[in-house]
């Protein structure tokens, strides 16, 4: 079993930046692929972004490439989301995910975080 907390969350104003993070416990992350997923009000969950296991291969949905990074500490067992010029389009809540193995494009992963909000104002 994994359990994952999302932390990192809040208010900003758009163009502004955030990271959120990831931490981990139950089992080391290191074997595991990590994902970021959100979702706004009245829409479903989308991807974000995810990192592979093995080699840090990064993988992102086109509205966010150039401004997110997804990246992991496997040492602190946490992945984090660093998200730049932020948008009120990015409005939602994030959720970490995780898989054992290789990683995916969509909500097949296994082990959810509660979530975290996070609120871009115009």
């Known amino acids: 079993q994994v359990q994952l907390a999302e932390s990192g969350g809040g208010l900003v104003q758009a163009g502004g930046s955030l990271r959120l993070s990831c931490a981990a416990s139950?089992?080391?992350?290191?074997?595991?692929?990590m994902a970021w997923f959100r979702q706004a009000p009245g829409k479903e969950r989308e991807f974000v972004a995810t990192?592979?296991?093995?080699?840090?291969?990064?993988y992102y949905t086109d509205s966010v490439k150039g401004r997110f990074t997804i990246s992991r500490d496997n040492a602190k067992n946490t992945v984090y989301l660093q998200m730049n010029s932020l948008k009120p389009e990015d409005t939602a809540v994030y959720y970490c995910a995780a898989r054992w193995g290789g990683p995916a494009l969509n909500s097949q992963y296994t082990y959810w975080g509660q979530g975290t909000q996070v609120t871009v104002s115009s």
């Open positions: 990192i592979s296991w093995n080699n840090d291969d990064t």
């Open positions: 139950g089992r080391t992350i290191s074997t595991y692929s």
